[in-house]
């Protein structure tokens, strides 16, 4: 059956965003991010039809996102799904990143994927990077 009821309208998707939007904002600052650094935004699709994938992928690289390469991944069911990372330089700067949210989600509407929201990595002094480490380790 169905389930209907938890389609949500674009609109009230992206009300949804502005607000996680702000939380993440307001954890990172919290936990002593840089206000003033760039941080690398990265926007979550997925999809199970690569061809729609691709296209909103092209799309993407045209509205000037840095897109990544797609990969597969499998949902709570197990079932596959592909999926890629739109990302781009900005500030922390709530007004930029509800545009990128709001030019994303149309996109992924267009196309009939799902838009899965944005993350970032903490920026300063102490901040610690995935590859960073990985040299020492082989040596």
């Known amino acids: ?18 607000e996680d939007t702000r939380e993440i ?3 990172l600052l919290e936990d002593g991010s840089d206000p003033e650094a760039l941080y690398e935004i990265e926007h979550h699709f997925f999809a199970e039809d690569f061809e729609k994938l691709e296209k909103a992928a092209v ?4 509205m000037g996102f840095e897109v990544l390469e797609a990969e597969e991944a ?20 709530p007004a930029a990143i509800d545009a ?3 030019k994303l989600v149309n996109l ?24 960073e480490d990985e040299d020492d380790d082989e040596e």
């Open 1 to 18: 059956m169905p389930q209907q009821d938890d389609y949500l309208s674009v609109e009230d998707f992206l009300e949804i965003q502005k």
């Open 25 to 27: 904002i307001q954890a």
């Open 59 to 62: 799309e993407a690289f045209k």
């Open 74 to 93: 499998e949902d709570e069911d197990g079932s596959k799904l592909l999926c890629f990372d739109a990302t781009m330089q900005s500030a922390l700067d």
């Open 100 to 102: 990128q949210v709001e």
């Open 108 to 131: 992924a509407e267009k196309y009939d994927i799902i838009y899965d929201g944005w993350g970032t990595y903490y920026e300063g002094e102490d901040a610690l990077y995935p590859d």
